[in-house]
């Protein structure tokens, strides 16, 4: 599986964007799919993740504002993120994390870089 991020970009405070991550295979079998995101000088960190129940989890920092949701029929995991803040600026990447067999595989897009001014 190969996961492709895009959508990035450069936004005002207070816009939007919508970040999509299209696999080259099947997402259907991948317990998790995910965003997580990286700013200069941090370590990488959880955004948002959904499971093929349709849980989702959100880190504290964007709950109410961004929403994740998943496409199995196109392959395709979504960001839409609302109401961006300069503190959401990063590099952002998908990830699918599948179970089998007792071992975990994670696989992991080239990220896409969203930037927030103020």
């Known amino acids: 599986v190969q996961l492709q991020a895009s959508g990035g970009g450069l936004v005002q405070a207070g816009g939007s964007l919508r970040l999509s991550c299209a696999s080259s295979?099947?997402?259907?079998?991948?317990?998790?799919m995910g965003w997580y995101r990286q700013a200069p000088g941090k370590q990488r960190e959880l955004v948002a993740t959904?499971?093929?129940?349709?849980?989702?989890r959100y880190a504290d920092s964007v709950k109410g504002r961004f929403t994740i949701y998943r496409d199995n029929a196109k392959n395709a995991v979504y960001l839409q993120m609302d109401s961006l803040k300069p503190e959401d600026t990063a590099v952002y990447y998908c990830?699918?994390?599948?179970?089998?067999?007792?071992?975990?595989?994670?696989?992991w897009g080239q990220g896409t870089l969203v930037t927030v001014s103020s």
């Open positions: 990830n699918g994390r599948k179970f089998a067999m007792g071992s975990r595989n994670d696989y």
């Open positions: 295979g099947s997402i259907s079998s991948i317990n998790i």
């Open positions: 959904t499971t093929t129940y349709g849980t989702t």
